[in-house]
């Protein structure tokens, strides 16, 4: 056994000491709510006043009653119909920006700017950019009135905020138009991570940049595309501030997300804990299993280890280019 040296500093313990705050503040104020959570889930926690909490005779009856609420399936509706709605032109526009700030052959000049200038509504906090757009819409007198008024589109100032599909439309623009840009800089960093000589090697064998993009860059950012939509489910399927910012759900619960519909039913005047802690677990069991899948349906497989998705791929781009 090797004994301490007289005058040896261990440094090992100060580690231990400097992650205690953080230790501290994750168990209080992150495992603890989550257990809690999952406890008055089974128990009959309601009201404002305290009283004795006890644990139903049927365990699940929260999440029977949630699950045959109509109002959470629409919200639960209404949650993958945004995000669905908001995601796919997100990834689209973000996979063009991708392709266009990385391309070396147009060798875009102030990339830097740009890359901030379409970054920039992500760092606007949410609040603020609902209050911005909940007026750009009111009625009877916004932007949106007026543009459309002296343009002649319409006779008279139109309420935008009470037709579901137009706020619906508002709330997944806001929430493409905020995330876009932070896609967009994911997805160049596991472009820039490739190898150049792979794109190289494509050029010089006659790949267009189609051929590159869909045969060799895609393949190489499987897992930085794993990465965005998971997150991006996760955030999705968790959305609450803007729709509870811009029109508070409305109008006729149209936009009443499933963290709207949770954070309702615990403290909009019910105060039915057990219920909204139900549907908290509820969405945590749909979001693990959607992401799950992803990982399935994106995982690498047998023989797909760094590099052979490259070789693969610069084949693929050599026949493209032979032809």
């Not at 999952?38 to 004795?52: C, E, N, S, V, Y």
Request: charged share 15%; with cysteine.
């Amino acid at each position: 056994m090797k004994k301490k040296k007289s005058g040896e500093v261990r440094y090992a313990k100060y580690g231990y000491i400097f992650s205690l705050p953080f230790v501290i503040a994750y168990l209080l104020f992150q495992l603890y709510p989550i257990c809690y959570t999952i406890f008055i889930g089974f128990t009959d926690l309601q009201g404002a006043a305290p009283k004795p909490v006890h644990i139903l005779d049927n365990p699940f009856q929260n999440f029977q009653q949630v699950l045959s609420a109509p109002t959470f399936q629409g919200a639960l509706k209404n949650t993958v119909l945004i995000w669905l709605v908001n995601f796919v032109p997100q990834i689209l526009l973000a996979l063009l920006l991708t392709a266009w700030f990385t391309d070396r052959r147009w060798n875009i000049k102030g990339q830097g700017i740009y890359k901030v200038l379409l970054y920039m509504p992500n760092i606007i906090t949410a609040a603020t950019i609902a209050i911005l757009f909940n007026a750009m819409f009111s009625y009877p007198t916004s932007p949106a009135n007026d543009i459309l008024l002296s343009l002649g589109v319409i006779k008279e100032a139109k309420n935008f905020l009470i037709s579901k599909g137009i706020t619906r439309g508002i709330v997944a623009f806001i929430q493409f138009w905020m995330w876009y840009g932070y896609t967009m800089l994911i997805l160049i960093s596991g472009v820039l991570g490739i190898n150049p000589e792979i794109f190289d090697a494509a050029e010089v064998d006659g790949a267009s940049k189609v051929q590159i993009f869909f045969q060799i860059t895609l393949p190489n950012i499987k897992t930085i595309l794993l990465f965005t939509l998971v997150t991006s489910l996760i955030g999705g399927l968790n959305m609450f501030d803007i729709p509870k910012l811009f029109n508070l759900g409305g109008p006729d619960n149209a936009t009443t997300t499933t963290s709207v519909f949770i954070y309702n039913q615990a403290f909009s005047g019910s105060f039915m804990y057990n219920r909204a802690a139900a549907a908290s677990m509820i969405m945590f069991v749909i979001i693990m299993i959607c992401s799950a899948v992803l990982f399935y349906l994106l995982r690498e497989k047998d023989g797909d280890g760094y590099g052979t998705a490259e070789v693969k791929a610069l084949k693929k781009a050599k026949k493209g280019g032979a032809r």
